[in-house]
């Protein structure tokens, strides 16, 4: 292949699809965005362990391409699912296959985190949370996530094991309350609930 033949190669969509909850969807990624080429470990521990109801108004943190929140979507048809991400190219990725999908009840914003989210309360909030954005970051994440959800609330996330001594004691501090919902060799997922 010669270089120009592969760098074009490289700028094509990357297409696929999987299922997950039980809901088969198609998917274009490109290089650049977080597990562009299939849907990670984590992403599907989470998906796996989250009680949704069909009525939720879900808040997926930090969407990618939007496996976890478009998923939720369809999981939650009578409810509005919001897709949030500070990379323009992720929010245009997931309003791709949101359409690509024919899912209407998940609107993608650019934002970070919370700041776009405007006055709206959600029942199930997720993410699945980069390791790498630091301590003062994932506080912010949780204490808006607080202010955000419904009061019965809950808040579900994944993250690398070795993290999950942190988002036991944030979570304990931030809602007063933690559930180990299920640990991996590599990933945890954690849940805590808004006092009512």
């Given at each position: ?119 709206r309360r959600f029942h199930l909030v ?10 003062e970051m994932l506080y912010l994440y ?55």
């Amino acid at each position: 292949m010669e270089r120009a033949e592969y760098i074009q190669s490289l700028r094509r969509d990357i297409a696929f699809s999987d299922t997950l909850r039980g809901h088969t969807l198609q998917y274009r990624t490109t290089w650049g965005l977080f597990s562009p080429r299939g849907i990670d470990a984590g992403t599907r521990l989470l998906l796996d362990h989250m009680d949704v109801q069909e009525t939720d108004d879900c808040f997926d943190l930090g969407c990618g391409y939007g496996p976890i929140g478009l998923t939720l979507a369809r999981l939650a048809p009578k409810g509005q699912t919001l897709l949030v991400d500070k990379d323009f190219v992720a929010v245009e990725y997931t309003r791709t296959n949101a359409a690509l999908n024919g899912i209407t009840n998940a609107e993608a914003v650019l934002s970070n985190g919370f700041s776009h989210a405007g006055d709206r309360r959600f029942h199930l909030v997720t993410s699945n949370l980069p390791a790498k954005v630091g301590k003062e970051m994932l506080y912010l994440y949780l204490y808006d996530a607080f202010e955000h959800l419904h009061p019965g609330g809950r808040i579900y996330v994944v993250t690398i094991t070795g993290l999950r001594r942190f988002i036991e004691r944030a979570f304990k501090e931030v809602f007063g309350n933690y559930d180990k919902v299920k640990q991996g060799r590599e990933y945890t997922v954690a849940m805590a609930r808004k006092p009512e």
